[in-house]
C-alpha cells in the first residue's frame, strides 16, 4: 500500500511522522473521510471546502489544498482501487516542533498525510431492517463544527456502543439529541424531516447536505431544530448519516424500539435517492 506524506508517494510502513508532530503531541490537525464509489471519488469538493474552513478556523497554513484531488486520485491509480469501494482519509496537522502549547514561530511546515484504503461497506442487513444506537452524554468541546482529530470524546462513545451491541452513539447536550459519534441524526415527525442545525454543536456532514438536497428535490419538509431526548420515541423513524454511514436506520435507541423497530418509508425514500445519486 503506497500512501503520500509530505510530498512523497511511498510505502505505507516507510510512512513516517515525527515524534513532535503537534498532531501526536496535540491533537492540533485536522482531516476528512471521503468515499470511493467503484473506483470514482464521491463528494470531494464539499470535502475539501469543510477542510478549508477547519484549516482557516485553526489557523494552520496549509496551502496545497488543490493538489490534494491529483495526490487522491494517484493513490486510487497506485494500489489498484480504480474498482470496487474504498475511502480516501487525508490529515493535516500544524507540523512538528518542540512541544509548547502556542504556534511554533517562525511557522513549521504543516503535515499532510492522504491514504487511499479499500473499503468493505457494511451488511446491508443494516440498511434494510436498520441499526441500534446507545445515548450518550456529550462530552465534547463546543467547536464540534471543525473536524479536528481531537476525537477521544467520539472514542469513547463509540467503544460504548460497540460493547453495547449498538452501531452508534447519539451525543445528548441538555436534553437535546445532537448527532452520533461518527455521523448525523435525522429523525421524522409526522411528514417533517428534522435535524440539528448546522452550528458549532455538529460537524456538518457532507452526507448531511446531500441529504437535506434529496429533501427538498422530493419535496419533504425540513426543519433544523432541536430533537429533545426525551421525544424521540415519538418519532416516526430515524436515521444516520455519513461518509462511511450512508443513510441508515436506527430502529432502537438504549433497547427502545423506535415507532415498530422497522425503518420507516422517508427513510426508504431517501435511501433510494441517495443511490441514485452515487
Ligand atoms: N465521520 N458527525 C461526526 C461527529 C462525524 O465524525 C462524521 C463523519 C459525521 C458525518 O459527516 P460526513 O457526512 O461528512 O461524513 C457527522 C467520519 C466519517 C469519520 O470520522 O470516520
Known sequence: MLVYLNGQYLPLEEARVPVEDRGFLFADGLYEVIRVYNGRIFALEPHLRRLADGLRA???????????????????????????DATIYIQVTRGAAPRAHAFPSPDVPPTVYVAARPFTPYPAAYYENGVKAITVPDTRWTRCDIKTVALIANV????????????EALFVRDGVVIEGSHSNLF??????????PASNYILAGITRSIVLDIAAELGIPVR???????????????????????????VQVDGRPIADGRPGPVTQRIQRAFRERI
Do not use: C, H
Open 187 to 196: 429523525a421524522v415527525f409526522g411528514d417533517t424531516l428534522v435535524t440539528y
Open 58 to 84: 485553526l489557523r494552520i497554513g496549509f496551502t496545497g489544498l488543490d493538489e490534494l484531488g491529483p495526490i487522491a486520485e494517484r493513490l486510487l491509480d497506485e494500489n489498484g482501487l480504480r474498482s470496487g
Open 224 to 250: 433544523q431544530g432541536p430533537i429533545l431526548a426525551d421525544q424521540l420515541f415519538a418519532a416516526g423513524e430515524l436515521f444516520l448519516s455519513g461518509t462511511t454511514t450512508e443513510v441508515m436506520p436506527v
Open 156 to 167: 469513547l462513545a463509540n467503544q460504548q456502543a460497540k460493547e453495547a451491541g449498538a452501531f
